[in-house]
């Protein structure tokens, strides 16, 4: 079983809707929960992190914990064509620091 | 502040041959991490140091990846002798007190 799972899309949504990006983890004693966008050719780059069940919001940006259901996610509101990337869900387990990075989501927001 | 520096940005090689990709991680950052990245198997953690120390090197696929961090500003890779199915990307990332990963901008190694 995948420590980290994410459906890999593509998720295709119009500009200005919101688009939900959702991610599983196995390990149910998993501490912290990071989001990172990919664009094609480019490296990783952090875009949100949580550490407590419930929501967090920076900008366009919210990342949803539910530790009782091991799950996490990303909602993207207002979706801009500079938002299509894809989305890497990553888990740090709490045991050593090393993260478990989900496989992706590619994301599309269509003009 | 200069985030994470990789070299060189591209590789291009023939089998058997060995390769050294380099990492120099963030001022201040005590962990460091190496991931290989292919579009079959997506993002792995090859092996991560802390204070210099590895700790964790079990998804070094085989003898042929070695991993060094001779100091806290540098870090290599080697692959010897290198195979076709090494073609990767391969990223360095550092954080401070295994928080938040940054990454560097990769090395795309190709295994002719």
């Known amino acids: 079983q995948k420590e980290v799972e994410q459906n890999s899309g593509p998720l295709s949504v119009p500009e200005g809707a919101i688009a939900s990006l959702n991610c599983t983890y196995s390990?149910?004693?998993?501490?912290?929960f990071f989001w990172y966008r990919q664009y094609s050719g480019k490296s990783p780059e952090l875009i949100m992190f949580?550490?407590?069940?419930g929501d967090k919001e920076d900008g366009r940006f919210t990342a949803q914990l539910n530790k009782a259901s091991q799950y996490v996610s990303l909602l993207i509101r207002d979706s801009q064509p500079s938002d299509s990337a894809t989305y890497l869900c990553?888990?740090?387990?709490?045991?050593?620091?090393?993260?478990?990075f989900g496989t992706g989501t590619s994301l599309t927001v269509i003009p | 502040d200069a985030g994470v520096i990789q070299s060189p940005r591209h590789e291009v090689t023939e089998m058997g041959q060995e390769v050294t990709l380099r990492c120099k991680p963030i001022?201040?950052?005590?962990?460091l991490f190496w991931y290989r990245q292919t579009m079959m198997r997506g993002l792995e953690l090859l092996i991560y140091?802390?204070?210099?120390?590895?700790?964790?090197d079990s998804g070094m696929p085989e003898d042929r990846f070695s991993a060094k961090m001779p100091n806290a500003s540098f870090s290599t890779l080697k692959i010897q002798p290198s195979e076709p199915r090494d073609s990767a990307v391969y990223f360095c990332?550092?954080?401070?007190?295994?928080?938040?990963?940054?990454f560097g901008p990769g090395t795309r190694l190709t295994v002719l």
């Open positions: 990332a550092s954080s401070f007190g295994g928080n938040e990963q940054f």
């Open positions: 390990d149910r004693g998993s501490q912290s």
């Open positions: 949580i550490y407590s069940n």
């Open positions: 990553a888990v740090n387990p709490g045991t050593g620091n090393q993260f478990y």
């Open positions: 001022s201040g950052h005590d962990y």
């Open positions: 140091f802390n204070n210099n120390v590895p700790i964790d």
